[in-house]
């Protein structure tokens, strides 16, 4: 049997290798090129906005919901429904009592992360990101926003801590409807905390769970974003 001829083989070599770094650029550039209709868009804060206003024509309720997850000073996971109610040119911003188990976690840690999914559109969006109070007047604005009822009950709710009965409860909530009257300011242990994030994933339901993911990253915030598809 006749030796391989080694010139014709290393130019078969060389082709492949250069046949396999032109289908990879190609293939690239359709993941970005393909980055069109419901994930296009060169800032991810307007994908998420485009996005919630479509889950706000789709869902059954509460289309602001999210998981927030936390950790403890022991690295325990915890997870909880929020509702975020704004999305900032660079960030994310819910509210909270500061005095409950999550409020300790995020202090305790100083990050956080949440997914937002909307069963009606088959999408989701997960985020993570460098966590800071917000206590100031955008706090106060969101709170003079609610019902009197719900600002009362800010008063009332000692947020993760023991309850012997709703009874107890309710009695708390008619003293400090006593105290605090008809137009109630902000509680010094309630506000907002601003999530801004490093990393913003979008996830698109695909056929036979073939799906679409795209990641947005950037090592600090206010650094440049890259973005990469990733494997279903």
């Known amino acids: 049997m006749p030796l391989p001829n080694t010139h014709q083989e ?29 994930f296009a868009g060169e800032n991810p804060f307007d994908i998420v906005r485009a996005w919630m206003a479509e889950a706000e024509e789709a869902e059954l309720n509460d289309p602001n919901a999210i998981a927030l997850s936390t950790v403890d000073v022991d690295g325990l996971p915890n997870v909880r429904m929020v509702l975020l ?38 999408r989701q969006v997960r985020v993570r990101g460098i966590v800071e109070k917000e ?18 009950g800010a008063w009332a709710s000692d947020q993760s801590a023991p309850l012997d009965s709703r009874a107890a409860l309710m009695a708390t ?8 009257g008809t137009n109630p300011s902000r509680p010094p242990f309630w506000g907002g905390y601003r999530i801004t994030p490093v990393e913003i994933e979008f996830w698109a339901d695909g056929a036979f769970r073939l799906h679409d993911r795209f990641c947005w990253r950037r090592e600090k915030p206010g650094s440049a974003w890259q973005v990469t598809r990733l494997s279903p």
């Open 10 to 38: 290393r130019v078969r070599q060389l082709n492949l290798v250069a046949c396999r770094a032109s289908c990879f650029k190609t293939r690239q550039e359709t993941d970005m090129a393909d980055r069109a209709g419901k």
């Open 85 to 122: 109610k704004d999305v900032e040119d660079d960030a994310f911003v819910f509210y909270t009592n500061y005095t409950s188990a999550k409020a300790a976690e995020l202090d305790q840690a100083g990050k956080a992360a949440f997914v937002m999914h909307w069963k009606s559109l088959r």
């Open 135 to 152: 206590e100031g007047a955008k706090a106060d604005a969101y709170y003079a926003s609610r019902s009197l009822k719900s600002r009362l």
């Open 173 to 180: 909530v008619a003293k400090v409807t006593a105290q605090q």
